[in-house]
C-alpha cells in the first residue's frame, strides 16, 4: 500500500512485563520518568502528524498477543518494548507479523551493554527498526518514523521490505 491517505493513522504503543514499574524501578538503570510520561511523549510527538496513539502495558504475553492481532487493519504501525519478552517469545515474534505494519523495537536501556541474555532478541530479525539506549527519546524517535511513513506510505528506512 503506497497511498499514505489509505492507511490507518493510528500508532499502537505497546509495552511488556514490567515497564509499569518505570520510574521506581532500577532507575539508575531505566531512569526516572514513568509510563505515563512515555505515553504523554507519544501522543505530543504524534500529535502535528495528525496520528493517534493507543497506548496498552501487560505484565501477560497473551494480552499482548491479543492487542497486536486487534491492530491488524486499524493501526498503521506498531512501537513495541517488549521487556523480557524480548528474549524468550517466539509467539509474540510470531504475533507481529499477523498486523503486517511496521514494527518499532525499543529498549530504554543499552541491552547490548547489559546482561548476555539480553543481547538475544525474538522480535529483532522481524522488526522494522530498534531503537536501544535513548532512554524514553526512543520512544518519540519510533513515532516520528512510523508517522513519516503514515504521511509517505513509504516504509520506514530499517524495512528491507
Known amino acids: 500500500?503506497?497511498?499514505?491517505?489509505?492507511?490507518p493513522?493510528?500508532?499502537?504503543v505497546l509495552n511488556g512485563p514490567n515497564l509499569n514499574m518505570l520510574g521506581t524501578?532500577?532507575?539508575?538503570?531505566?531512569?526516572?520518568?514513568?509510563?505515563?510520561?512515555?505515553?504523554?511523549?507519544?501522543?505530543?510527538?504524534?500529535?502535528?502528524h495528525?496520528?493517534?496513539?493507543?497506548?496498552?502495558?501487560s505484565n501477560h504475553e497473551g494480552e499482548l498477543i491479543d492487542w497486536i492481532h486487534g491492530a491488524r487493519g486499524t493501526a498503521g504501525g506498531i512501537v513495541i518494548n517488549?521487556?523480557?519478552?524480548?528474549?524468550?517469545?517466539v509467539a509474540l515474534r510470531d504475533a507481529l507479523v499477523i498486523p503486517e505494519v511496521p514494527v518499532i523495537e525499543v529498549h530504554i536501556?543499552?541491552?547490548?551493554?547489559?546482561?548476555?541474555?539480553?543481547?538475544?532478541s525474538y522480535v529483532s530479525p522481524i522488526a522494522t527498526s530498534v531503537i536501544a539506549g535513548c532512554g524514553i527519546r526512543g520512544y518519540a524517535y519510533a513515532v516520528e518514523e512510523l508517522c513519516r511513513h503514515l504521511h509517505t506510505g513509504e516504509r520506514p528506512h530499517g524495512d528491507a521490505a
Do not use: K
Open 25 to 48: 524501578r532500577q532507575p539508575e538503570v531505566y531512569g526516572s520518568d514513568t509510563l505515563a510520561d512515555v505515553v504523554t511523549l507519544c501522543r505530543r510527538t504524534a500529535e502535528p
Open 82 to 89: 517488549p521487556g523480557g519478552l524480548t528474549h524468550t517469545s
Open 50 to 57: 495528525g496520528v493517534v496513539v493507543e497506548s496498552a502495558q
Open 9 to 12: 493513522r493510528t500508532i499502537l
Open 1 to 7: 500500500m503506497t497511498d499514505g491517505a489509505r492507511l
Open 109 to 120: 536501556s543499552n541491552v547490548h551493554a547489559r546482561e548476555e541474555f539480553r543481547h538475544h
